[in-house]
């Protein structure tokens, strides 16, 4: 049991980064769920299957079927017992890409390297672990086709997902709460909100900054005068209001040259970055131009 134990748990630690690296989740209980499973599964699914497969041949392969057939329901029941545990996924913001590589070195160091190396391992993963709690997350996201989504942080540190409608763009928000480690965040509607709208545009404040939500291009040269951000949902802007726009702007020219829009907003600046910046980024696309 002793040896079954740490075997678990050093490959729940190997894998269990990369998960939640890539997923935004991992499971809690993880350990658990292999310490009530893995016994049954090695003493008995794996010897039945070598008897299933030597009795086939004679026929008689019924009841050692049966057996193991019995074994895998109580894994399974023990799976879903494990599953049905409070709390049992634990969900995490979005790490940055430097985080990944200094995750994997450093636990190969604990596990292969010498006395000091060990050391240097787990003060390398406690960083690792550090910077990625560090990590912002983008405050507001525009789909390609203009839905918008942004954070909005109550007195007592709650987090609500405000968008422009109930449908629509679905798979990119839930991607976007998973992102800030928000999958079971409380989703609602802006305009019923602190927004100010009328059915041109919809004024509302995001982390202390003033973003307008624009629907007609015609609104576009006010509004930069009166918001640091303006989303223009449904058109592109004039090249003579672009140009003139003190403000940043997001319109449909700009998404459908970069895709979505992720927005990180602070008293310092306004950052923008787009779907498609990642893929111009990589090695092969600078190959290819």
Not at 15 to 23: D, K, S, V
Not at 97 to 104: A, G, H, I, K, Q
Not at 169 to 194: P, S
Not at 204 to 218: A, F
């Amino acid at each position: 049991m002793t040896s079954l134990s740490v075997t678990s748990f050093v490959a729940g630690l190997a894998t269990g980064g990369f998960a939640l690296f890539h997923f935004n989740r991992i499971a809690r209980y993880g350990l658990l769920g292999n310490l009530a499973a893995m016994p049954i599964f090695s003493l008995a699914v794996m010897p039945l299957a070598v008897v299933v497969l030597l009795t086939i041949p004679l026929g008689l392969e019924y009841w050692p079927l049966q057996m193991m057939g019995a074994a895998i329901s109580y894994i399974l029941a023990a799976a879903h017992w494990v599953a049905g545990l409070e709390g049992v996924v634990f969900y995490a913001a979005s790490a940055p890409s430097y985080v990944l590589p200094l995750f994997s070195a450093a636990f190969v160091a604990i596990c292969l390297g010498p006395k000091w190396v060990r050391g240097a391992g787990a003060m390398f993963m406690a960083l690792s672990l550090l910077l990625w709690g560090a990590a912002k997350t983008p405050h507001l996201r525009v789909s390609d086709v203009g839905r918008v989504a942004f954070w909005q942080t109550d007195d007592l540190g709650e987090m609500t997902l405000l968008t422009d409608r109930s449908r629509g763009d679905r798979y990119g928000r839930d991607q976007f709460a998973r992102q800030a480690g928000e999958v079971g965040a409380v989703r609602g509607r802006y305009e019923d909100g602190e927004a100010l709208c009328d059915q041109l545009a919809c004024r509302v404040m995001v982390n202390g900054r003033k973003v307008s939500i624009l629907q007609h291009p015609s609104e576009v040269p006010e509004e930069c005068d009166a918001s640091d951000l303006v989303v223009l949902t449904v058109r592109s802007a004039g090249p003579v209001a672009r140009r003139n726009c003190s403000a940043k702007l997001i319109d449909e020219r700009t998404l459908r040259a970069g895709g979505a829009a992720s927005v990180h907003i602070t008293e310092a600046e306004i950052k923008i970055s787009y779907a498609r910046d990642k893929d111009r980024n990589r090695p092969w696309s600078h190959a290819q131009r």
